[in-house]
């Protein structure tokens, strides 16, 4: 649908059956992803997934998806996810870190994606 629905109903396209079968998707997801992840801990506890928001937010903008909308792709997404899993699991498996270095390694790469993207944004500004 893009950015704005109105332009997405004046074209003809079905807004709320889109919107509809999208959360939908979504929320299947979401219901695999959760079994599967107390499937892998043996265990179904909500306190489990704490602080894993951060995780897959910094999965997705390190595969260049704009946090204001509108740039990204399920690829760069795949390759987010990928870089993030190795540098987490390069800094958990070092063995001479303390667990915080791998939090504070995924918040810089994480400032640092969002540095590229708005420079990014900033060239496209000014060369219009």
């Not at 109105?6 to 059956?17: I, N």
């Amino acid at each position: 649908m893009g950015n704005s629905e109105q332009s997405a109903l004046l074209m003809g396209l079905p807004v709320a059956r889109t919107k509809i079968t999208v959360y939908a998707f979504s929320g299947l997801c979401s219901a695999l992803a959760g079994i599967i992840f107390s499937m892998s801990l043996l265990a179904g506890y909500a306190q489990f997934a704490t602080g894993m928001e951060l995780d897959s937010i910094a999965a997705v903008v390190i595969g260049g998806t704009a946090l204001s909308g509108g740039l990204g792709n399920v690829i760069g997404t795949l390759f987010g996810v990928m870089i993030h899993g190795t540098i987490v699991s390069i800094l958990e498996f070092n063995g001479t870190l303390s667990s915080w270095w791998t939090r504070i390694g995924v918040g810089l790469l994480t400032l640092i994606a969002i540095g590229i993207q708005s420079l990014f944004a900033l060239r496209k500004t000014s060369s219009k």
